[in-house]
Each structure stands twice: as structure tokens, then as C-alpha cells.
């Protein structure tokens, strides 16, 4: 799908920009080729001022969008969810993040879930940002409970880890 995409855009790179903050932050197009965060209208100023392009910049690309099938099912669908690593503190919650060695190898959120599960931790979210969108990939786990010091050991010694952040 990312190879579409990018060969879908390749002649607009200022395009492909805003299709790319558009992936990275959940933002979704209206059936009238407006730009939406869960159906909520965000003025393409903003996009466009948020990335350094111009407002035509944006509303070409979300008209792009919808011209093409399988981009108007993507991004006529998309939904932001909340990202409660960031609330972490205030709600009680720990957080590890698990940056891999490499982010295309198959089995580090397995491996890391089967860590968890051996010691009983409940997860409340886990999310894993995007190899193709991000620079530095990673897996976040949120759960209730403290981490003790044994998981966090345990998931550093996984052979697809490069580091742990807690």
C-alpha cells in the first residue's frame, strides 16, 4: 500500500507531504474533500501552515485523495485515537517504550507481549508507530501497574531490541 501511495504522489512531493501528515496524525478527508480528525473539519490553513506549504497545496491533495479508490477508502475512514503515553502521569499509568533494531523483522510486539503476559500485566494500549512514516520506530506499551524491573530487564534482552525507554 505505501509504495501506491508514494507512487500515486511522486510527481507532487508537496503533495505527498501532506498525505504524509495527514497518515502520521490520523487526519481523515470528508466525502466533500475536506480535511477531518474524526469528522471534525480542520481548515486546510492549518494543514497547510502546520507544514509549510500552501492552502491549495491541501485542498488539491484531498481531492486527489478522493479520486482514487483505494485512497478515498483509506482516508474517508481514518479515525485519530488518543495517545495515553502522553497522559501517563496524570492517569496512573506506565509506560516502556521499545525501540527494535529493526522495525521490518516480525515478532517484537509477539515477543514482547509473551514478557508481559508471563508476569500477569493487563495491557491498556499499545500502539507501534509506523517504519514507512516514522524515523525512528517504535513500540509503546501502556498498562495500569507499575513495570517491575524484571520485565523491563527481560525486554531489553529480546533479540529484535536495540533499546528500552521507561
Same mark, same amino acid.
Given at each position: 500500500?505505501?509504495? *501506491?501511495?508514494?507512487?500515486?504522489?511522486? =510527481?507532487?512531493? %508537496?503533495?505527498?507531504?501532506?498525505?504524509?501528515?495527514?497518515?502520521?496524525?490520523?487526519? #481523515?478527508? %470528508? /466525502? *466533500?474533500?475536506?480535511?477531518?480528525?474524526?469528522? +471534525? *473539519?480542520?481548515? /486546510?490553513? &492549518?494543514?497547510?501552515?502546520?507544514?509549510?506549504?500552501?492552502? @491549495?497545496?491541501?485542498?488539491?491533495? /484531498?481531492?486527489?485523495? !478522493?479520486?482514487? =479508490? !483505494?485512497?478515498?477508502?483509506?482516508?474517508?475512514?481514518?479515525?485519530?485515537?488518543?495517545? !495515553?503515553?502522553?497522559?501517563?502521569?496524570?492517569?496512573?499509568? %506506565?509506560?516502556?517504550?521499545? +525501540?527494535?533494531?529493526?522495525? #521490518?523483522? $516480525?515478532?517484537?510486539? #509477539?515477543?514482547?507481549?509473551?514478557?508481559?503476559?508471563?508476569?500477569?500485566? %493487563?495491557?491498556?494500549?499499545?500502539?507501534?508507530?509506523?517504519?514507512?512514516?516514522?524515523?525512528?520506530? $517504535?513500540?509503546?506499551?501502556?498498562?495500569?501497574?507499575?513495570?517491575?524491573? *524484571?520485565?523491563?530487564? &527481560?525486554? @531489553?534482552?529480546?533479540? &529484535?531490541?536495540?533499546?528500552?525507554?521507561?
Amino acid at each position: 500500500m505505501w509504495s *501506491e501511495i508514494v507512487d500515486e504522489f511522486a =510527481d507532487s512531493p %508537496s503533495q505527498g507531504r501532506v498525505v504524509k501528515f495527514l497518515l502520521e496524525n490520523g487526519f #481523515g478527508v %470528508s /466525502a *466533500e474533500g475536506r480535511i477531518v480528525c474524526n469528522g +471534525i *473539519e480542520i481548515p /486546510a490553513t &492549518q494543514i497547510a501552515k502546520a507544514i509549510g506549504t500552501d492552502r @491549495r497545496v491541501v485542498d488539491a491533495t /484531498a481531492q486527489h485523495l !478522493l479520486r482514487v =479508490d !483505494l485512497l478515498r477508502d483509506i482516508f474517508t475512514n481514518m479515525r485519530a485515537t488518543p495517545d !495515553l503515553s502522553r497522559l501517563a502521569d496524570p492517569l496512573g499509568l %506506565s509506560v516502556i517504550t521499545v +525501540i527494535p533494531k529493526d522495525a #521490518g523483522e $516480525k515478532g517484537i510486539v #509477539g515477543a514482547a507481549m509473551r514478557v508481559l503476559s508471563l508476569h500477569d500485566l %493487563s495491557i491498556r494500549q499499545i500502539f507501534v508507530t509506523d517504519p514507512y512514516l516514522a524515523l525512528e520506530p $517504535k513500540l509503546v506499551i501502556i498498562t495500569d501497574e507499575k513495570y517491575p524491573p *524484571e520485565v523491563i530487564e &527481560q525486554i @531489553r534482552a529480546l533479540p &529484535q531490541v536495540k533499546s528500552v525507554i521507561i
